[in-house]
């Protein structure tokens, strides 16, 4: 069996979620499973017992649902300056674990510590649904679309053996001869959910500093709303129709399974889980973060949801939302599928077809 090395995004819970689930069933199958990563997913993974080499986690500076760019570069100025010190240290720590593959999951220092060690890689996310797959683009979104396409260029591997594809919607591959396309990876937690529709809509946003406004919003509006990620407040609640709850995967489950709908920003997780236990979605995406932008316009296009794109949200947008739910409930009904068994099958071909890295067999 073989040895593999997991590198992931350390930004957010979406890419431990999926990267777990994935080298869950790997394990199962044999393989030797490693992770490289920082940040959130690093103490995810770590709180879990799971074996972890730390890499500096680039961030996405965002205040009121907007990317700031120049505190973002400035966040990441260190990784950026010291990137060759970087990856040859990680290069050292994997040579030392001997891996026949290296999966990266939208991570920048792994794939180019396995150049070094000559070790095939396996790009696998969301994120290259942006430069990898044909699509129509409102043209007031192709500033954006140049700009991401140009950081993902940064981030994902040049030449991967493979690049696997988890998404939702299902455009056209640039390069079907490397490129597949498979459903959302779904973590065995939500596949044992038994859902039902509650009275609460669920609230996650990814990064919700300085949205107050929003929140305020949500106490106006008067429908019941459970909210996570938000800080908590500090004074005795005023609107008992928002209630804030702390971090827990268990409660946020629970609430996820439990919601009549979800109101979320556009990262790929939240939403795939969403539509997969038939939960109907208004989506919020961070505006300056153009894969979230494609999340909620694909979203729409489909009729699984309704998404406000590059402005804040209305009252006339929660109306218009409550006001369709149940159609889109309707269409949610043939959406409960997962990618989980055809990506360990595309990642087992792929180790079928390389055999052991030419480091594992300690050639020079």
């Known amino acids: 069996m073989a040895r593999i090395a997991y590198a992931l995004s350390g930004q957010g819970r979406g890419h431990s979620s999926r990267s777990l689930a994935i080298a869950t069933v790997l394990r199962d199958r044999g393989h030797e499973v ?74 920048a220092f792994s794939w180019r510590a396995a150049d070094r060690l000559r070790v095939p890689v396996i790009s696998f996310n969301h994120q290259q649904v942006v430069t990898d797959t044909v699509y129509e683009l409102p043209s007031e979104h192709w500033l954006d679309a140049q700009v991401a396409k140009a950081v993902i260029s940064i981030i ?35 596949e044992e959910l038994v859902p039902y529709s509650g009275d609460h809509i669920l609230v996650y946003y990814n990064q919700p500093e300085g949205s107050k406004a929003f929140l305020d919003l949500l106490r106006r509006d008067g429908r ?75 979203l729409q296009r489909e009729d699984l949801g309704m998404s406000v794109i590059g402005r804040s949200l209305t009252a006339a947008d929660l109306d218009a939302f409550h006001k369709n739910m149940d159609r889109y409930a309707g269409r949610l009904q043939s959406r409960r599928d997962s990618g989980n068994k055809e990506a360990v ?5 792929v180790l079928s077809s390389t055999g052991p890295s030419v480091h594992a067999l300690g050639l020079p």
């Open 224 to 298: 019941s709303y459970t909210v996570y990620n938000f800080p908590l407040p500090t004074e005795p609640a005023q609107h008992p129709n928002v209630v804030f709850k702390r971090a827990s995967v268990a409660g946020f489950l629970e609430d996820l399974a439990s919601s009549r709908a979800i109101l979320c920003t556009a990262g790929f997780t939240l939403i795939s889980e969403a539509l997969y236990l038939g939960k109907p979605l208004l989506a919020v995406p961070n505006r300056g973060i153009f894969e979230q932008t494609i999340n909620a316009l694909f």
């Open 345 to 349: 099958s595309a990642i087992e071909a």
């Open 34 to 107: 490693l992770f490289c990563c920082g940040g959130t997913a690093e103490a995810i993974l770590k709180e879990k017992g799971e074996p972890v080499v730390s890499v500096p986690q680039l961030k996405t500076v965002v205040r009121d649902n907007t990317v700031l760019p120049a505190p973002t570069l400035i966040a990441n100025w260190p990784s950026i300056t010291n990137l060759n010190r970087i990856v040859a240290k990680l290069a050292d720590t994997l040579s030392v674990f001997r891996p026949d593959l290296v999966i990266t999951d939208f991570e």
């Open 156 to 190: 994902a591997p040049k030449n991967p053996v493979k690049l696997l594809l988890t998404s939702f919607f299902y455009p056209e591959v640039k390069n079907p001869s490397r490129t597949q396309l498979v459903p959302p990876i779904i973590r065995t937690a939500v």
